[in-house]
């Protein structure tokens, strides 16, 4: 079916499904399964209650394919305001990828005001007009672009996206494993050209100052570098009600398979 979960959970182990197929190779999963799975496993074992997960950094150094996915988590650090835990996942009793989570306990603001970036001045994805039938998005996710098609002339890009789907089988999105399954967007977002995408991201790092509200995750590209043939590209992330942090990825040149 068309909204079918990226992944069943059986037993200790993670199954793909067709949805989970990613852009590079037909035989392979899209980094934002692996991105968000990671995000479910941190969130699931560890957080909750006044656990703030601030940043999530996932390094992806395997192109997986549709074998069973089992995934170990390591505490580094349980104190009493910050918590940090790596979370590696396996496949085939090979490494495909790891993260690492930083929770930190919430309290109050400082008091005082502090310079901050304004928020940008967009319309609501609600009055924006869903991409046309062939365009990027337009069965992958919700997907509404603000400064017009994502194909195209270079230029700062900014879109609304919501997930369609649930990552596991019978567990609904939390608002972060809706951010970490979005993160993996940043890349295609800062890094494609006018000749297309020609980089793969190896890594994603959040850092998030509060959760998302609501189904959509807006992002505003603000960097993209690429010198011998390695790229990076960051942008700010934010919900409905404002500005909730950043995504940042690092990617290799790369051709489609």
């Not at 998030?208 to 992002?219: A, D, M, V």
Request: glycine share 12%.
């Amino acid at each position: 079916m068309e909204n079918d979960a990226f992944l069943k959970r059986d037993g200790e182990s993670y199954i793909p499904g067709p949805a989970s197929r990613g852009p590079w190779s037909p035989d392979s999963l899209h980094g934002r399964v692996i991105i968000a799975l990671l995000g479910f496993e941190l969130e699931r074992l560890h957080g909750g209650g006044e656990w703030m997960p601030v940043r999530l950094t996932v390094d992806m150094y395997r192109l997986p394919d549709f074998s069973p996915i089992t995934a170990v988590t390591r505490v580094v650090r349980g104190g009493k305001r910050i918590k940090v835990v790596d979370c590696e996942l396996m496949s085939g009793g090979v490494s495909l990828a790891r993260g690492t989570c930083q929770f930190l306990l919430r309290s109050e603001n400082a008091p005082g005001t502090t310079w901050s970036p304004p928020d940008w001045d967009v319309p609501k994805p609600e009055a924006l007009p869903a991409p046309g039938p062939g365009q990027f998005g337009a069965r992958m996710w919700k997907m509404r672009n603000i400064t017009g098609p994502f194909d195209g002339a270079p230029k700062q890009r900014r879109a609304w996206m919501s997930e369609i789907r649930e990552l596991v089988d019978g567990y609904p999105l939390t608002p972060f494993v809706r951010i970490a399954s979005a993160a993996d967007f940043a890349s295609p977002l800062a890094n494609r050209s006018d000749a297309g995408l020609g980089y793969i991201n190896t890594d994603v790092t959040i850092y998030l100052h509060r959760l998302p509200r609501g189904e959509w995750i807006g992002f505003e590209t603000t960097n993209h570098r690429a010198s011998d043939g390695v790229a990076i590209g960051e942008c700010f992330l934010y919900d409905v009600d404002g500005a909730i942090g950043t995504a940042s990825v690092a990617a290799l040149r790369q051709s489609r398979g």
